[in-house]
């Protein structure tokens, strides 16, 4: 599939990997954080790909609201949209790993009931290693 641009978002699916990359390359304001992730979700839904990368190292940290919406309808709904668990790997700046409002958000997203459910997720700053983790998640899938 050729990538779909938002502005300046790229979004694909590549097939031989069975990976859905959104890559945020620089702070975008066209569009809301709810517009680009519907767009993946319904890319996600035409691929039924469930295995997403998040290049987000240049995006910035998400308004208070655009969490809580994540955390309390995007994520939540997932497995009702997709009909099997999504696995993300979201790729981040070492300072944007290191920060002590990400680490909170992430902990608080890890609490969540839809975790491990609806969606899955790790946070990374090698896409080498974001890559590792979304195959071993593909082949334990496999495996089951």
Known sequence: MSP???D?????HRPDLDVLFLRWPQPVYAFTVKEVYQQVLELAKDTNARYWLFDIRSRGPLLKEDMAW????Y?????????QIAHVAY?????HAKDPETRTSVAEMRQQP???QGADFEVFTSETEALHWL???QLIEIEQ
């Open 4 to 6: 779909l641009f938002l």
């Open 8 to 12: 300046a978002i790229a979004l694909t």
């Open 70 to 73: 994540l955390m309390e309808s």
């Open 75 to 83: 994520y939540p709904t997932l497995h009702g949209q997709l009909g």
């Open 91 to 95: 790729l981040v700046s070492p300072a």
């Open 114 to 116: 839809w975790f491990g």
């Open 135 to 137: 195959k071993k998640c």
